[in-house]
């Protein structure tokens, strides 16, 4: 099956700081997403990005399938940005399932 | 988006007994999917919910183990049968709205088993 992986896998930051994640993927995917883990577990959506580049506020995100890798960018980090970060990926005639890279523990500091 | 609701939102259960985690939907979808994530670790598929069929399960997972009923378009439940302490984990189900391909996950169930 399809390797997920992500980097790095855990972080640290003190607040104000910028940060880039890395997350590789092993074949041609149909759907890549980027989720936030709070501390409470659930997951928030933060990007769908099969290709291409989006930005939300202080997050961006860019996806190059050709190469099969995404990159979360997040800058002037808070608080509250604090968690794990997951990258997901569906694979070309798997019916919307995911693929869940082992994810990038993130800890901002004030 | 879509609106998923879960049920309960965390247990502490005895080892042997079952327990049934409810997720509802304000919306029809095809399809509802179960994804495990034991302490530490990343999120692994269960297996996938469709309505008016059995549910396809994947490796490493079955149905006696954990059956799923789907008995329409908006709710689905999974039960976690005759647990044991590595049952432990938070348990979520995850849906794609109609016509998209984005997935939207439930608050999850924290499952402590002693």
């Known amino acids: 099956g399809i390797q997920v992986e992500q980097s790095p896998p855990d972080l640290i930051l003190q607040e104000g700081a910028n940060s880039t994640l890395r997350c590789n993927f092993s074949d041609s995917v149909n759907n890549l997403q980027w989720f936030h883990q709070n501390p409470w577990g659930q997951l928030i959506n933060l990007f769908y990005i099969p290709s291409g580049t989006k930005q939300n506020g202080r997050l961006s995100a860019t996806t190059v399938a050709t190469e099969r890798y995404s990159l979360l960018y997040i800058s002037s980090s808070q608080t509250t940005d604090s968690g794990v970060y997951f990258c997901a990926v569906e694979v070309e005639g798997s019916n919307y399932k995911l693929t869940f890279g082992k994810g990038t523990l993130l800890t901002v500091n004030p | 988006s879509a609106v998923i609701s879960q049920k309960p939102s965390r247990d502490i259960c005895q080892r042997g007994t079952s327990l049934t985690i409810q997720c509802q939907v304000d919306s029809q979808v095809t399809m509802m999917f179960w994804y495990r994530q034991q302490p530490g670790q990343s999120l692994t598929l269960i297996a996938t919910a469709n309505q008016g069929s059995e549910a396809t399960y994947e490796s490493g997972f079955v149905i006696d183990k954990f059956p799923i009923s789907r008995p329409n378009l908006t709710f689905s439940t999974l039960t976690v049968s005759n647990m044991s302490p590595e049952d432990s984990s938070i348990y979520l189900c995850?849906?794609?709205?109609?016509?998209?391909?984005?997935?939207?996950f439930g608050q999850g169930t924290r499952l402590t088993v002693v």
């Open positions: 995850s849906v794609n709205p109609t016509g998209r391909a984005e997935a939207f």
